[in-house]
């Protein structure tokens, strides 16, 4: 292996840039060039390469975001978009491409994996949805900013006895909600996996109050089909039958430019360096990801046809620890 390339794809993630910085730095101690894509796929259609120095990654670790930029490349999801990419990759000497991602960027990294040119994926994104790692670089702080919000909200809920309603990132995944609403200690939690009835949730609410709860608050996943949106029209029109209000408090975007807490400095700095080994191993074709506690490589072709599934008795446990 002479020369490599790093891109970050799909959402940013807080931690993406100590995975770069570690791919760059421990690809160069193995004798290798490395150069980064700016945005994603999009640099490869684009031939956007710049080499990367020891210099160049320094001081990056702490900042959130992707220091590369990332992008969505609808492009690179036809044959002839990948084939040009390749066609660039080529040209640059490039032998391999880490690519820094969620979900869908791993499902682009297998697609062109399976054209034959050498990738790893490096399992990246807030939403912690990616089969082939039990955690994903930028959760961790995703859920610490979510924290904060809501601890927050729960301090000005108790002094006016009142009914919040937060809701956090996630289109298809509820596990940043359900992880937000157990360490939170929300009183429900409302997600895409599962079907809500949002007059279920006012009797939950109303039970709180009446067990001497001095607030009421429920932690929602943006995609669930009653999103803060949804649920808060459902409270405004039906008032005198629920008998309250949800004030609403959407977090969104603020969740994904945190400043990576120590955990995802070091989870992105030992999947980097996992990706890089997986390299000079001469393999390929795989996600690097954290399984039981240890760096492990899973099939892309794995990856791409597996979902993570939400472990049910994590919602069980919300319920419960809601008392
Ligand atoms: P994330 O990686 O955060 O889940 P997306 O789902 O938006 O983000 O995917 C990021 C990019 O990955 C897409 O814009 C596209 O360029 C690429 N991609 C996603 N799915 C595929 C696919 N099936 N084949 C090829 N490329 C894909
Ligand atoms: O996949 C990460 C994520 O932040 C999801 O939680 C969210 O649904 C989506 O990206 C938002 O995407 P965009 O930044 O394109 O609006």
Redesign the pocket.
């Known amino acids: 292996m002479k020369r490599i390339a790093v891109l970050t794809?799909?959402?940013d993630a807080p931690g993406m840039n100590a995975a770069v910085r570690a791919v760059v730095r421990t690809g160069l101690a193995k004798g290798w060039e490395v150069l980064g894509v700016k945005h994603?796929?999009t640099g490869l259609l684009a031939d956007s390469f710049v080499s990367l120095g020891a210099r160049d990654v320094g001081g990056i670790m702490q900042r959130g975001g992707t220091v590369l930029g990332s992008?969505?490349?609808?492009e690179?999801?036809t044959p002839e978009g990948?084939a040009e990419a390749i066609r660039h990759l080529h040209q640059q000497d490039i032998e391999a491409v880490v690519v820094v991602?969620?979900?869908?960027?791993?499902?682009?990294a297998h697609?062109l994996s399976q054209m034959g040119f050498p990738v790893v994926g490096v399992a990246s994104?807030i939403d912690n949805d990616v089969h082939g790692s039990d955690v994903t670089i930028g959760f961790d702080t995703a859920l610490n900013i979510a924290l904060e919000a809501i601890d927050r909200l729960k301090v000005t809920a108790s002094s006016h006895h009142r009914a919040f309603l937060v809701e956090v990132m996630g289109r298809k995944c509820g596990y940043l909600a359900l992880m937000a609403a157990i360490a939170g200690g929300a009183e429900a939690v409302i997600i895409p996996e599962r079907e809500t009835d949002p007059d279920v949730v006012a009797a939950e609410l109303r039970e709180a109050y009446r067990r001497g709860k001095p607030h009421a608050l429920v932690v929602v996943a943006e995609g669930a089909r009653y999103n803060a949106e949804g649920l808060a029209r459902h409270f405004r029109e039906n008032r005198e039958r629920l008998g309250f209000d949800l004030r609403v408090t959407t977090l969104g975007h603020v969740q994904r430019g945190g400043t990576p807490t120590a955990f995802d400095r070091l989870l992105g700095t030992r999947l980097g360096v996992a990706a890089t080994d997986c390299l000079a191993r001469g393999e390929s074709g795989v996600l690097v990801g954290v399984l039981k506690d240890k760096t492990s490589a899973t099939p892309l072709a794995e990856v791409v046809t597996n979902k993570k599934p939400l472990d049910p008795r994590l919602l069980e446990l919300e319920r419960v620890l809601a008392m």
């Open positions: 794809s799909g959402g994603g796929f992008a969505r490349c609808p690179f999801k990948r991602g969620g979900d869908g960027s791993q499902a682009g697609a994104t």
